[in-house]
C-alpha cells in the first residue's frame, strides 16, 4: 500500500513503518533531552531532578505522596533527588496545612531560575519541530502520544493539563 503524507493509509501500518517510528521515538528523545542534559550535568543533576523540578513546577505546593504517584519512582529515589534539590536550594519542603505529616514541595528562586533554563531549551527544540510539521501534524503527534498513555498515566496528563497552564 503506497504511503500517503496525510496518513490516511497508515491505518495498517507495516512492521518496517512501526520499528521506524520506534527509532524515530528514540532519537527524538534523545535530542529533546540533550540540552536540559548538559544544563544538569554541569550541576550533577540527572533527569530525574528534571522531572521532579518540571512536576512541582507545574503543581506548586504539590505533596511528595503525589510526585510519587506521578513520577512512577519508589520512595528511596525520589527521597534522594528531594533530598539534594533541597540541600542546594532549589526546592523547600513546608508542613502540610491540614495534615502535618505531609510535605508540600515548592521551588524556591533559584529552581525557578533552573525549570525556566531546561524548559526553555525544551521550548525552543518542540517550538521549531511544531513549526517545520505544521498544525496537522501537532494535533496528530499529541494524539499519537496519548493514545500511547494507559488509563492512569492519561487520567493524570488530563489533570495537569486542567490545572495548568
Known amino acids: 500500500m503506497p504511503e500517503s503524507h496525510s496518513g490516511e493509509s497508515l491505518l495498517y501500518l507495516t512492521d518496517e513503518q512501526l520499528r521506524q517510528g520506534i527509532e524515530a521515538m528514540y532519537f527524538a528523545y534523545r535530542g529533546f533531552t540533550a540540552d536540559p542534559d548538559r544544563i ?35 520512595k528511596q529515589s525520589l527521597n534522594r533527588v528531594l533530598r539534594t534539590l533541597i540541600e542546594d536550594g532549589l526546592v523547600e519542603s513546608r508542613v502540610g496545612p491540614s495534615d502535618r505529616r505531609e510535605r508540600n514541595l515548592f521551588l524556591t528562586e533559584a529552581g525557578e531560575a533552573l525549570e525556566n533554563r531546561l524548559s526553555d531549551a525544551q521550548r525552543v527544540r518542540m517550538r521549531s519541530a511544531y513549526r ?9 503527534f499529541r494524539k499519537v502520544l496519548e493514545a500511547m498513555m494507559d488509563g492512569e498515566m492519561k487520567r493524570r496528563y488530563a489533570s495537569l493539563r486542567e490545572n495548568g497552564s
Not at 550535568?41 to 510526585?67: C, D, E, Q, S
Open 40 to 74: 544538569l550535568a554541569t550541576m550533577a543533576y540527572g533527569r530525574a531532578h528534571h522531572r521532579a523540578i518540571h512536576f512541582i513546577k507545574r503543581a506548586p505546593g504539590t505533596t511528595v505522596t503525589n510526585l510519587l504517584e506521578i513520577l512512577g519512582v519508589t
Open 132 to 140: 517545520d510539521a505544521g498544525p496537522e501534524a501537532v494535533s496528530g
